[in-house]
């Protein structure tokens, strides 16, 4: 598989959730290490950048700069201790999260893009799995413009949560909140979500 990065090859390692000790490999510049990283960790980034920033231009130009904040941290700016240390995908978000917001707060006297493409694969608890394909076709559809209609800090909870399925001490990591605080903004954020979907009739399984 070629990287949509580099054009080289992707090597097939698995990396766990966490990133294991892929941050240790691509401070040592194995080889294929970096190229591993982006292939994990690209998808989930955009989905969370598209998730505060409702762009796909824009999400796709955010991970972009924290790919290479990445690399140029694990590679010159930070020791194999600390690399070692770091929590990869909460560190990898919490980058992506703060591009985003600096972005969006540069744009915020334009209006925002309608929300133009989920995964809906990665929909979760959101979506009926025994409905027909035109059913689920047109829930996802309902689900795009209910997230749509969500502030960004629910809709970025919920892509957190929910699609990504991080722990709550991996959110808290990534976002600088307390797990219990964040539990209750998960709740709310997940009713506001529920509210706006039985509004238009979509099922889900919560």
């Known amino acids: 598989?070629?990287?949509?990065?580099?054009?080289?090859?992707?090597?097939?390692?698995?990396?766990?959730?966490?990133?294991?000790?892929?941050?240790?490999?691509?401070?040592?510049?194995?080889?294929?290490?970096?190229?591993?990283?982006i292939e994990h960790f690209e998808q989930p980034l955009f989905t969370y950048a598209h998730g505060i920033l409702q762009n796909a231009f824009d999400a796709q130009e955010v991970v972009q700069d924290a790919m290479m904040r990445a690399h140029?941290?694990?590679?010159?700016?930070?020791?194999?201790?600390?690399?070692?240390?770091?929590?990869?995908?909460?560190?990898?978000?919490?980058?992506?999260?703060?591009?985003?917001?600096?972005?969006?707060?540069?744009?915020?006297?334009?209006?925002?893009?309608?929300?133009?493409?989920?995964?809906?694969?990665?929909?979760?608890?959101f979506i009926n799995k025994q409905s027909s394909d035109l059913e689920r076709k047109e829930e996802v559809e309902m689900l795009k413009r209910a997230m749509s209609l969500l502030p960004c800090d629910a809709r970025e909870l919920i892509v957190l949560r929910f699609m990504e399925e991080m722990s709550y001490a991996e959110i808290a990591k990534t976002i600088g909140q307390s797990e219990a605080a964040l539990r209750g903004k998960v709740f709310r954020s997940l009713k506001l979500l529920r509210d706006a979907l039985e509004q238009k009739g979509v099922a889900y399984a919560m």
């Open 72 to 125: 140029r941290a694990l590679t010159r700016q930070y020791d194999e201790a600390r690399c070692a240390a770091l929590a990869l995908r909460p560190w990898l978000f919490r980058t992506v999260r703060n591009l985003s917001l600096n972005k969006r707060r540069g744009k915020r006297d334009k209006l925002e893009q309608p929300l133009e493409s989920f995964d809906d694969g990665r929909l979760g608890p």
């Open 1 to 37: 598989m070629k990287n949509s990065w580099t054009g080289g090859e992707v090597a097939g390692q698995p990396v766990g959730n966490g990133g294991d000790n892929l941050a240790v490999a691509v401070h040592r510049c194995e080889a294929g290490a970096f190229e591993r990283l």
